[in-house]
């Protein structure tokens, strides 16, 4: 017998804006959960709610460099017993407005990666083909540099673009072919993202504009930034790989944390995201 679930999404699916979505059965939203699925890719998992007799209903995203908050990702919880026509209204004037801006954005991020992806592997191609013998492992192994000082490297294996799937390894590289390699690589068209806590702080001071300004911590592992009158705050990444924003004043010390991008389009909705924490936090802490 279908779940209560399956059984509004299924009442639901005729009414919805738009033709062609369809229900079937998700095990992303538990045993007893089902999906509105809409043929361009957008889907609505519903699930049995914690409390007793009602249903939640919240939007999903496929994997995406694309930086979703809270904001992008709503839901909303009903009683199952309202049928399928509540269900499909709650979904219409409390999920879709949000749903169908963002999901237009994060199919451009996801197809904007996927050029920044081909480009690296096509990169990593061209630097191979410099010196006979070269590897090319399209996977994540811990970078290795083995040298002999005074004498010819050996051995190296690179980590191409810092994207973790473009792995050189070279081996008995003369100065010849080192220079035509690191000489290719610096040839390469297109901005380099931000990959350092003191880098994003220096996007972050330019976008607060004003007096802000950014320093950087040895080898740039963090950032901080200050203007004058203000607290200081500090851009670190903690144990988890995440990025975090510290207030030094705030007694609560962390006051925000993003999780990495690898697109410069990610880093930088990241970075405008830590300005506006920053505005946010500087503003209450003015009104205390």
């Not at 297109?190 to 330019?206: D, F, K, L, Q, S």
Request: with cysteine; hydrophobic share 35%; glycine share 8%.
């Amino acid at each position: 017998m279908p779940s209560i679930t399956y059984q509004l999404a299924a009442e639901a699916a005729p009414l919805m804006p738009g033709d062609g979505w369809t229900v079937r059965p998700s095990a992303a939203s538990g045993k007893e959960g089902a999906a509105l699925e809409h043929p361009d890719g957008r889907r609505v998992e519903i699930s049995p709610a914690r409390r007793e007799g009602y249903v939640r209903a919240r939007v999903a995203y496929p994997d995406t460099s694309y930086y979703l908050t809270e904001h992008h990702r709503p839901w909303t919880e009903m009683r199952a017993d309202r049928g399928g026509r509540a269900l499909e209204q709650a979904i219409r004037t409390k999920l879709l407005p949000v749903y169908n801006e963002t999901y237009p954005k994060v199919l451009a991020a996801n197809e904007e990666s996927r050029k920044h992806a081909e480009a690296r592997a096509a990169l990593a191609d061209h630097l191979a083909a410099l010196v006979p013998g070269t590897e090319v492992t399209r996977s994540e192994p811990s970078p290795i540099v083995e040298y002999r000082k005074g004498g010819t490297i050996e051995r190296v294996t690179a980590q191409i673009l810092g994207d973790g799937l473009n792995i050189l390894t070279f081996r008995y590289v003369d100065d010849a072919a080192t220079t035509a390699v690191m000489k290719a690589y610096g040839d390469r068209k297109g901005p380099t993202p931000m990959t350092t806590p003191a880098a994003v702080a220096g996007r972050v001071a330019e976008i607060l504009g004003g007096g802000w300004k950014a320093d950087a911590g040895p080898w740039e592992t963090y950032g901080r930034l200050d203007a004058p009158d203000t607290d200081t705050y500090t851009l670190h990444v903690d144990d988890h790989g995440e990025l975090c924003l510290w207030a030094n004043l705030d007694p609560n010390g962390e006051i925000a944390s993003f999780r990495e991008m690898r697109t410069p389009e990610g880093i930088e909705a990241v970075a405008e995201a830590i300005a506006e924490a920053i505005r946010q936090h500087h503003t209450a802490a003015d009104q205390e």
